[in-house]
């Protein structure tokens, strides 16, 4: 059983910058692809980014690519969402989970989950 925990989040101003950060427990961090979702009010939960338990690969949502950036580090086991040029369509609760399989897209695929943190872009 993996338990996440994330943080970082915040208020911000549209073209701000903030770094989320997520820690896993209980389980070989290591051996997790991880991803970051998002969830705004009366939204579905969508897919932001995902990166390979080595690392070496990721792939992001088409609205934060080249603004957002997800790394981990094992000895940490910390996953990672630096999320630059922030826009306000970027606000929402941000969550981190983890799955066996690099990739997934879909919030139902990832077996584990955090609670979330809020991340609030004014204009």
């Known amino acids: 059983q993996v338990q996440l925990v994330e943080s970082g989040g915040g208020l911000v101003q549209a073209g701000d910058s903030l770094r989320l950060s997520c820690v896993a427990s209980?389980?070989?961090?290591?051996?997790?692809?991880m991803g970051w979702f998002r969830q705004a009010p009366g939204k579905e939960r969508q897919f932001v980014a995902a990166i390979h338990l080595s690392g070496h690969l990721t792939y992001y949502a088409n609205p934060v690519k080249g603004r957002f950036t997800i790394s981990r580090d094992n000895a940490k086991n910390t996953v990672y969402l630096q999320m630059n040029s922030l826009k306000p369509e970027d606000t929402a609760v941000y969550y981190c989970a983890a799955d066996q399989i690099f990739g997934r897209l879909r919030p139902q695929d990832y077996a584990y989950w955090g609670q979330g943190t809020q991340v609030t872009v004014s204009s």
């Open positions: 209980g389980g070989t961090f290591s051996s997790y692809a």
